[in-house]
């Protein structure tokens, strides 16, 4: 599986050295390539906005600072400068925060994982203030959320949805995570109890996650995190989730990989992809890392990889959005590509039929605001979901429809 030619997927330079730079360790052609990339006339301004979407910030200025710093004009290199400190203190008020709240859920006995975030950044990056994050994503039992819920808001976050006793019961069931936010001190904080909601249709050994738990250190203090294998699937499907929509998720996989590799269990991890119909996301998160990030995968793992026929069919997807900004996206658009692209993304027929119907009469944030209704009965809220899709999308799509057809 040779990587795509970089010309093919990039048409400006400041696209090629974002690539580049979106790694924590350089082989000597990168390094090269980067310099010969930094002499050039670029515009900056577009770069540090391209680094900004992405999440890629802090591996940009990181790398361009260490291998490049004589070839950039002096008005950038203190912009480098001036953003990799803005983001290590960033990111150590968001540790900082994400360690008291573990101790908080561990006095009320409230077992919690930190999941991606300051975690990812420590651990697979190797350095805290090499990875954005802008928020805090701890994984509990879905019996413990309304509790971790509840801590939170007398810590002082406020949820970002209202609901009532019957309608918090079917969101429990059917979504994935309580978003909070502390608006004073600028902090979100995720309580996940899924990875991704139900109607996702990715049915995972939750309970086996648990028992297979290992300790990390962050900030000199010992945590418990996901173990090698489930974190690398469970990246891959986060970022099939969102189409790959920023190349830092790719580079997630990417370091994943390289810092897992020496003890990474392989056919452990096909095995649980397989088992949870999440093959198909695991070697498109696998792909795109190998072919974008040039991340060594074992040669059995490559001809597994290859034998996917869909692959690079979602791939050029991906390659086909990266660059552009969503809101320059047509939204009715995009709800019917990200759904045909999850469908394509699942590999078990069941898992895409259970996901066309879960899609249409799964309730979301939006549906149970209250300006759509959503102090109405949980069961009202689905079946008038459905009925407020078609209202919204139905017209788009026929007009998609006719306009290719023309």
């Known amino acids: 599986m040779p990587p795509m030619p970089t010309s093919s997927i990039t048409d400006r330079p400041e696209h090629e050295l974002l690539l580049c730079c979106a790694r924590t360790q350089l082989a000597p052609e990168t390094a090269e ?17 391209l680094a900004s979407r992405h ?31 803005a983001t290590s203190r960033r990111n150590l008020q968001l540790a900082a925060e994400l360690l008291q709240l573990l101790q908080l859920f561990h ?14 950044a420590e651990t697979v990056y190797g350095n805290l203030a090499l990875r954005e994050f802008v928020d805090l994503d701890v994984l509990v039992r879905k019996r413990d959320v309304l509790a971790a819920r ?34 004073r001190r600028d902090l979100m904080v995720e309580i996940q109890w899924r990875v991704v909601p139900d ?9 086996g996650l648990w028992r297979r738990i290992e300790t990390a250190t962050l900030c000199q203090r010992p945590i418990v995190t996901l173990s090698p294998e489930d974190t690398l699937l469970l990246l891959c499907v986060h970022g099939s ?13 990417a370091e994943a990989v390289r810092h897992f590799q020496p003890r990474l269990n392989w056919p452990l991890l096909e095995q649980r992809a397989m088992h949870s ?37 979602l791939a050029q997807q991906v390659y086909a959005r990266l660059w552009t900004k969503a809101e320059e996206q047509d939204e009715a658009a995009n709800f019917f590509e990200h ?29 149970w605001s209250p300006k759509n209704g959503g102090r109405l009965p949980a069961f009202s809220v689905h079946a008038r979901r459905f009925v407020r899709l078609g209202r919204k999308y139905l017209p788009q799509f026929l007009r998609l429809l006719f306009k290719r057809a023309a």
């Open 339 to 367: 759904s045909f692209f999850h469908l394509k993304a699942k590999e078990r027929w069941r898992d895409r039929l259970r996901f066309c119907f879960r899609v249409l009469s799964t309730a979301t944030i939006e549906d």
């Open 277 to 313: 119909g999440s093959q198909r996301m695991l070697y498109l998160g696998l792909f795109l890392a190998h072919d974008l990030l040039q991340a060594e995968l074992p040669p059995e793992v490559r001809q597994q990889v290859c034998a996917d026929v869909a692959l690079k069919s």
């Open 199 to 207: 109607y996702f249709s990715f049915p995972f050994d939750y309970e």
């Open 33 to 49: 390539r980067i310099c010969a990339l930094a002499g050039r006339q670029l515009d900056w301004e577009y770069l540090f906005q």
């Open 150 to 183: 509840d801590l939170l808001i007398a810590r002082g976050y406020q949820p970002f949805v209202q609901l009532d006793a019957s309608q918090e019961n079917a969101y429990l069931d059917y979504q994935c995570e309580h978003v909070l936010s502390d608006e």
């Open 55 to 85: 999440k890629l910030s802090p591996l940009l200025c990181w790398q361009l600072k260490t291998v490049a710093a004589e070839l950039i004009p002096p008005s950038v290199h203190e912009q480098l400068r001036t953003w990799l400190s």
């Open 241 to 253: 989730k969102h189409l790959w929509a920023r190349l830092g998720w790719i580079c997630d996989v």
């Open 107 to 120: 006095e009320h006995d409230i077992s919690a994982i930190p999941y991606k975030g300051a975690v990812l």
